[in-house]
Nanobody, 122 residues
Framework: VQLQAFGGGLVQPGESLTLSCAAS????????MGWYRQAPGRQRESVASITKNGSRNYTDSVKGRFTISRDNAKNTVSLRMNNLTPEDTAVYYC?????????????????WGPGTQVTVSS
């Protein structure tokens, strides 16, 4: 099982960016999915999360600007980021709580995707 993230880059303040993350492998099911970020010198923080039923949570600083969504059929999660500010600059990581097959057993573990850099600068 692995997660692969796409969509980081350099944008100007006020612009938008969409991050996507796809899970692949012997997946039986995916529960919560989410995005975290880590800015230089700061701890990793949760940005947004979404349950398999579509319930969403956001950290206060992104409410009204970011939207998390998922496609359960494709095992993907996306983060649409609008009105970006320099304070959003960070490495963004996707996370998923995955149930997977190992032999004849269903196991569960949290997986992290590789970080993708988002830089907001004029």
């Amino acid at each position: 099982v692995q997660l692969q993230a796409f969509g980081g880059g350099l944008v100007q303040p006020g612009e938008s960016l969409t991050l996507s993350c796809a899970a692949s492998g012997s997946i039986f099911g995916i529960d919560d999915m989410g995005w975290y970020r880590q800015a230089p010198g700061r701890q990793r923080e949760s940005v947004a999360s979404i349950t398999k039923n579509g319930s969403r949570n956001y950290t206060d600083s992104v409410k009204g600007r970011f939207t998390i969504s998922r496609d359960n059929a494709k095992n993907t999660v996306s983060l649409r980021m609008n009105n970006l500010t320099p304070e959003d600059t960070a490495v963004y990581y996707c996370n998923a709580d995955i149930r997977f097959l190992r032999g004849a057993t269903i196991r569960r573990s949290a997986y992290w995707g590789p970080g993708t850099q988002v830089t907001v600068s004029s």
